[in-house]
């Protein structure tokens, strides 16, 4: 069987195209944040977490020459921070499925909450979801949650892949 990720001539040229769609989505992010006046609730904000992490280990790929040990290792940081990701992702598509009277109708924003309480309970009430978790924005006929999972799945399939890339020779 062809490994998809033979196009890349490198482990390092395909991490870090990893890296930059981790970093487009996030641009992508703060567009429909800042443009199209999304607000992002707090489920919406731990999966950017979640990205970042995965975009780290996507850059370290990119900056250290890997082996296969170091390839096998950034794979599992990847399943780490993108089974986080898409665990998060799918939670929130959990509670887009609910009725909104099902759900606390407390607003609180992502900033306050991190100022007014401990990290574990803000991370404990927005994994309850609220109002605003419910709330669905279409991209190409899918919620943002979908198009997320999707992402973290694909990227920890492909770092598994990458365990068994062979560099091209000139």
Same mark, same amino acid.
């Given at each position: 069987?062809?490994?998809?990720?033979?196009?890349?001539?490198?482990?390092?040229?395909?991490? +870090?195209? &990893? @890296?930059?769609?981790?970093?487009?989505?996030?641009?992508?992010?703060?567009?429909?944040?800042?443009? #199209?006046?999304?607000?992002?609730?707090?489920?919406?904000?731990?999966?950017?977490?979640?990205?970042?992490?995965?975009?780290?280990? @996507?850059?370290?790929? +990119? $900056?250290?020459?890997?082996?296969?040990?170091?390839?096998?290792?950034?794979?599992?940081?990847?399943? $780490?921070?993108? &089974?986080?990701?898409?665990?998060?992702?799918?939670?929130?598509?959990?509670?887009?499925?609910?009725?909104?009277?099902?759900?606390?109708?407390?607003?609180?924003?992502?900033?306050?909450?991190?100022? +007014?309480?401990? @990290?574990?309970?803000?991370?404990?009430?927005?994994? #309850? &979801?609220?109002?605003?978790?419910?709330?669905?924005?279409?991209?190409?006929?899918?919620?943002?949650?979908?198009?997320?999972?999707?992402? @973290?799945? $694909?990227?920890?399939?492909?770092?598994?892949?990458?365990? &068994?890339?062979?560099?091209? #020779?000139?």
């Amino acid at each position: 069987m062809v490994n998809p990720l033979s196009i890349f001539p490198s482990r390092r040229v395909a991490y +870090a195209f &990893g @890296f930059f769609v981790c970093a487009a989505l996030m641009a992508y992010a703060y567009y429909l944040q800042y443009v #199209k006046e999304l607000e992002p609730c707090p489920m919406c904000w731990f999966q950017r977490g979640a990205l970042l992490l995965m975009a780290l280990v @996507f850059l370290i790929g +990119a $900056v250290v020459k890997t082996q296969t040990r170091g390839a096998i290792i950034l794979a599992i940081g990847t399943l $780490v921070t993108g &089974g986080l990701g898409a665990a998060l992702a799918a939670r929130h598509l959990y509670i887009q499925s609910l009725p909104a009277d099902q759900l606390p109708s407390c607003g609180m924003g992502i900033t306050y909450m991190l100022e +007014a309480f401990p @990290f574990l309970d803000v991370f404990s009430r927005a994994l #309850k &979801g609220s109002v605003e978790c419910n709330k669905i924005d279409l991209i190409l006929g899918l919620p943002i949650p979908a198009w997320n999972l999707a992402f @973290f799945v $694909v990227a920890v399939i492909a770092a598994f892949l990458l365990i &068994g890339h062979r560099s091209k #020779k000139a």
